[in-house]
């Protein structure tokens, strides 16, 4: 009897992940030239906007835009670059992306001892790795962690540009094409949870918002396969259901769900029926609202 | 007992013995009772009494032994004197019959005890009346003394006297009748409320009219009674009593079979439809059993709102023809049946109107209200439609109620339809026309017009319009026909985007406007302009063929069915819209309204727009737009403006863009805004010329309606004008009302915002919070309150103390806990391993998380809480005294002093009450809470007490100050919100709560718009608990108000409320839900 093996995921080192295609990424505003501005002085960089408008995927982007030719960054001197990271004059940044929770603590960031055998070996946490590495480390929702665990970015994102390891009595500094990123989505969170002055005070403040009609439905139609039309009323639909944020509704549809509406249909599910189960249901529980949307959807769809 | 006494007595029992053997032995047990009551003389007047009875006659022993046998207890109900005079009563019964006597004395002691003494001689003659002589008349009489207690239940003396009187007057028919109504009446009359007369009235009368059937309508009243509301019986008789007076019906099987379907109809009900049954009765009284007879049957199509419908066209029919309206109300007639439904199958705009709203809300993309049309007729602004749907800018009017088609479906989309075409109105910018702006489908026109006319500029001279709308429509002489024209062409290019835009709705789109061409004038009975208006109206809805037009006019109808058709595309603005119309207009002012022959008609094809266009030459069509119109032919008529296509309504630009420049004047400060301000002058001049009001409709002059109509519209964008005072306000208006904002005069005042709902805005520092600590008064009242609770305040705080270590979270780097941390255990084996010191501490747990709670708790004490509630059920017994001296003297001197002024509980007292037991809770589990209390009069005297600050440990000093909790003034709730906010906003609690506490809605002096809108407070307190809410305070209202569901629904609308029936239930209730709040 023969078994044959075959990995069915692959992983990545950390530092290693970088994109190797060109994320799509549809610009709504001067967020590109933003970016690229403050990459360039190294200013740390706050995304703040509702859930599913594009954050995630802008730094993905950006992160293989600014590895392009074009836009490369001048090296560190001494630090020689491995050629493996060099191809065809794209040097890839890599890019480390760290969901923050309420639990996060400092160790899981900077990195801590393990024993091995009868040794001990030092493990490097992703921030001290992207801090290494010379990547983009983006923090994801950073107002879920803990404030202490927040502070110790501080350093990080001044001047000084360097990462105290404590553990090890070192201090890290970080290499050339490091940057901190954040997002932060004002929307839903409580005042208790708001980011302290001095932290805020680090970083310039990207705003992210729903893309407009025109370019949703263009962002919709590629990421969902849909046709162009169906694309535009599924923007439609965002937009009117939008209409309804502080009339009952907390958060308006994201594109994010559109997306899902439209991959729904691609699938030969009702259009109707694609909105209610990805946009309706989604955005609201009370059944008043939901009536309503269900009519706005009904209109816009046969 | 004297001894000459007892001898006598003796004496008395020897004679009875003799009279009759074994009275005696009746006689003895009651003299002994009757001797510890009376004072000897009387003792044996009473034997006496006796003894005459027994010695009457040959049965009168009988009678003698009753009447020693009840003395006893009747003797201790009334005075001596009174007493005899009962006996006297019962002797003279006794002269007439001994059985009645024997009956008359049974009795008494049930009659007596809910009868005055000093009707004691009317009760028994009313027995004695009933008395003929005869055996059966005894029977009846007799009967009548033994049902007396119960009756005596229920009926006044009066009443008895009327009930007897009928009883006589039916046995003088029949006893055995009479006896048997007496017997169901017991259980007739408990059920009557106070109006007893109404059945003994039908009673009476029937009596008179067919005595046979009185006994049937007895028993039909006993039936049908129960399963009537008891508020609605004695409605119910009079009805009947109409109906008997009618002389029509057979009166028991009448009560029988409405009482029949009453039982089938909700409680709920019976008000409304013996209302209508009223209504009818003075019409047609033999109408009204067959329509209570058919209310459960149309009733489970309909809806009780609907039934009042069916109802009204029903008087309709049978006012024409009364054999119709009876079958119709039989539901056995056809227009009967149609009408039901009609009914059943339409749907009503208070039903959808909460779901309509938002999805307007989601098309418009701004802040657009739902309303019935009749709404907006009663603003008297301009719109005078009770039905046809409309918008004015802000609010969409619908039709209350559509029943148009078959199924509730497909009304259902038709209320669709006329709110989307409604809400497109907003959604793609009718009323943002700009005259300036260019059309992207034509050559504008507008700029090439040098000058308009003569008598027309006057408007240009005086250097202002007030709105665009308002300069495009001066460019025309006839004004009706370019509104008409626009309207149509306006309309049709809303419908053509709609349909492109939102294909969902295309398929009842169309069909709307299918069956909207079915009710089009035919265009060959139109004179030939009105026919070409009437073309383009029919092209609007879709007609391809079939479309005639004057053979004469062919090339100008082609013209504007191209013109038309141009602008109906997804991609026209409302420039486009106005470009045509100046157009069509043009080429319309070219065609005089006169006559064509029927053979003078000619079918249009419109396929060929732009052949027909390519007619048109723009310089000829400037001349004809800027030419003095000739006069007019002989035989041309006036223009007879075009009726509206019924699902579009009514389309006023002018008045919509007004409204809504209006409300935009309304936002701006005063001072940035770029253009002029719209003052009530002009406003009234664009009235005067505007074709879309009719000023001759109202009462007084055009001038007066004009200032009417003006004055209206300002009010209602939330502009009310500054007057000077001598130009007479209405006396609700306060002066102060009108200032501006405040400020704060002394230390401990606060300045806050309200909002102005109309507005749609803040009314900048409007009112002034003054802050003071509550007075002190009695310490003791606390603990005579706790007391009052007894062991119902321990078990709160137990219950209360039970909540702390509800929420875990895991703690790490313990010396001890539930496990192991295993990053903790590996960092201190590195530790070991690298020579330092390693941490002991490698444990987690979950602990308990500190309660943190910080809490507002404000009460309303205006004045509606000095309101009494019924006596509490609760009686304190003495067993409540305190046991400390001091506590228990003050408690007798509240429990005195509360026994001399006021014996009822209020609901302020229960506010008190609540606030003690919630402070002995709260004080055992510690969370951070404040007590306030508010109330005021005007705005610039909102009153906040502070009974503990939130900041303030509870002391004996607060115990004192709810000793002096009293009711005070208004309710100005938003203010006193906000100040509390501002308190737990200073707090660094994880949950804070806002607990609002009142006794209604809240009211002020000036608390509305004009004083009488109590939409203005309602949304006020809602915006302040809105923002308590944005500030992460989670707010709740307690209110005791019955009617609080209406206004609470509005006014916390994200929030909990919740409305107490039982108010008593306060103190219990607000613990509970504090408990469930703060988990
Ligand atoms: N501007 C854009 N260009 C291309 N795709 C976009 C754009 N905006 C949103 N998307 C699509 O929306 C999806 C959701 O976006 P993304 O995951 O970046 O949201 P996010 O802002 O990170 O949300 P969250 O705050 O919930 O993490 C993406 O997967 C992408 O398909
Ligand atoms: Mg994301």
Redesign the pocket.
Known sequence: MTTRTQTLYRSYIIEEYHLADEP???P?GDEIELFEAAYRQRIPILFK?P????????VEYMSYRLGQPLTRVSQRSGEDADDSDVQNGHRNIPLVTIACHEDLTASDLVGRYLLQGDSTIWIDGPLTRAVKAGGICYL?EIVEARKDTTVLIHPLTDHRRILPVEKRGELLEAAEGFLLVM?Y?PGYQSALKDLKHSTRQRFVAIE?HP?PPEIESQ?VEH?AGVDRKTAEQLAKLGEKVRNLREHGLAEGAS??LL?YAGKLMAQGIQPRRACQVAVNWAVTDDSSIHSSIAEVISSIFE | MKQKTLRELDLAEERLEAAHSGLAATFAPAAEIVASELRDDQVIEWAEKGLEMAEQSVRSWEAAARFFEVSPAVARMMPFNYFMKWADCGSELCMESPTLAVSYFAASPGAMSRLRSRHIETWANLGRGLYKGTWKSSALATRFFEASPKLLATLTVPEMERFAGLLGALSHRSYDMAAECLAISEDIFPMLGEDKRAFIRLGASLTETTWRQVKGLFESVARALPAIQPDQRARFLRLAQGLQDSGKANLPAAISSAGQAMSQLDGEHHEPILGMGETLMKKTPGAVPSFIESCPRALEKVSISQLSQWFEQGVGILDLNEDGGLAYFRIESAKSHEALEILSSSVELSRIKDVMEMYCLALAGADVKLAASNELADKNIGWVSDEAPTTEGSTVYLPAQEGRYPTKEENFALYKVVSTHQVAHLEFGSFRFRYDLPSTLFDDLRPQIAAVPKDRDAQAAEGGWATDMQRFFDLFEERRLALDVFTIVEDGRLDAIVVSDYPGIRTSYLAVQDGALKSRPDIRSLPAREALVELMVRLSLRQESGLAAPAKYRDEAGQVAALARKVATPTAVVEDAAEATLRIYAILSQVPNEETAPDDWEEVDVSDTEGAEAGLDDQQLLNQLTQQSEEGQADEQEYNPSQDVDYRGEFKPELGQMMTELRMQRQEQPGDQEGEQITQEMLEEMLKSSAEVDLESGEGGTEEATGAFADNMLKEAGLNMPQTPEMGQGPLVHLDEDGGPLNPDEPQTFVYDEWDFRADDYKPRWCIVRQKTMAEGDAGYFGSTLHSYGPLADQIRRQFEMLVPEMFRKVRKLEDGEEIDIDDVIEAIVDIRTGAGPSEKLYWKRNKVQRDVAVVFLLDTSASTAEAIEEAKKVTDDWDAPSDPVEYMVWLRTRRGEGMRRSYKRIIDLEKEAMVLLIHALEAIGDVYGIYSFSGYGRENVEFYTIKDIDENFSERVQRRIDRVAPLHATRMGPAIRHATSKLEAQDARTKLLFLISDGRPQDRGYSREGVEKEYAVHDTRMALDEALDKDINAFCLTVDKNGHDYLKTMCADMGYEVLDDIYTLPNRLLYLYRRLTI
Do not use: A, L, M
């Open positions: 799509y990424y549809v709504v906007g859930t599913g408008c594009g954050k995630t995927r802008f994801d997002s989505n992210f893309p962002i990421e594109t994010r997306i």
